[in-house]
């Protein structure tokens, strides 16, 4: 029976092992930025910098118009940066709502690196309390992709915006991480970013569009965050669409399009 027992050891060590290269290495298995030299020069829009509180720069990018009804916060997904924002938001330069894109620590042009969930969500509600500010936050929209959405239903959470998108949305990262890794505790994450909590006490509507056929985030996940609040989340199922199909969707510029003529 010893070699039971010798097993039995191995596979609590390597499970034990497996726990804290997941827990030390999460950062860099959730995002995934792609930094840009401080002399790259976008070919539209105007650049500027926002200073956190703990001395970083964090990125932005916007298109203003001259006498906007409103503006739209664009929280991008887990890859590229404020270069791949601008393709994926390219039909909303030209709204009669100012854009703004910003990236993430270690996105883009952002100093620093992501190192909490905490720290995540207080550089999102920098930028929206600047927004507000300026454009009073009845006028402001939220924009989540993929990744992204986690830090849109934060915002709508704590905030009263005038409505939240999300597009390709997931029930949480700890929901994502059981689609895999059911066996690792979930406190091991550092980043939970549930989106259904968020949207349960959400203080504005929100409207879901996923694809049908995402194999990254599954449609089932937007079923579950509508379902948090039936009366204040609208879900449009974009059909034969994957994850990355989902933002550039002629869907989701027509329901911005409606959204923004409210």
């Known amino acids: 029976m010893k070699w039971i027992k010798r097993i039995g050891i191995v596979l609590g060590l390597g499970y034990l092992l497996l726990c804290l290269v997941l827990y030390g290495f999460q950062e860099r298995l959730i995002f995934r930025p792609n930094a ?6 976008f070919e539209q829009g105007e650049e500027s910098s926002l200073r956190t509180p703990d001395g970083v720069d964090l990125s932005i990018l916007r298109f ?3 006498a906007p009804a409103g503006v739209i916060l664009y929280l991008h997904g887990n890859r590229g940066s404020n270069r791949r ?4 938001t390219r039909d909303l330069i030209d709204t009669d709502h100012d854009l703004y894109l910003f990236d993430y620590r270690g996105y ?9 969930e905490t720290q995540l969500f207080a550089d999102a509600q920098l930028v929206y309390d600047t927004l507000a500010t300026r454009y009073g936050e009845s006028n ?3 924009v ?15 905030n009263h915006p005038r409505h939240c998108v999300l597009v390709a949305p997931y029930a949480s990262i700890t929901a994502m991480k059981n689609l895999w890794l059911w066996a690792v505790p979930d406190l091991i994450l550092k980043y939970p970013l549930n989106n259904v909590d968020h949207a349960a006490r959400a203080n504005c509507p929100i409207t879901i569009l996923h694809g049908d056929r995402d194999g990254l985030i599954p449609y089932a996940m937007a079923e579950e965050i509508r379902d948090a609040a039936p009366d204040r ?4 199922e974009l059909e034969d669409t994957g994850h990355r199909g989902a933002i550039l969707h002629p869907r989701f510029h027509r329901t911005m399009d409606r959204l923004l003529s409210k």
């Not at 883009?108 to 909490?116: A, D």
Request: aromatic share 10%; no cysteine; glycine share 14%.
């Open 85 to 88: 924002s601008l393709y994926q």
């Open 144 to 158: 989540g992709y993929s990744m992204g959405t986690g830090m849109a239903t934060y915002l709508a959470a704590n």
């Open 140 to 142: 402001v929209i939220l």
């Open 233 to 236: 989340v609208e879900l449009i």
């Open 108 to 116: 883009g042009k952002s100093g620093g690196e992501i190192s909490s």
């Open 64 to 66: 203003e118009q001259e």
């Open 36 to 41: 840009l030299p401080p002399d790259y020069a």
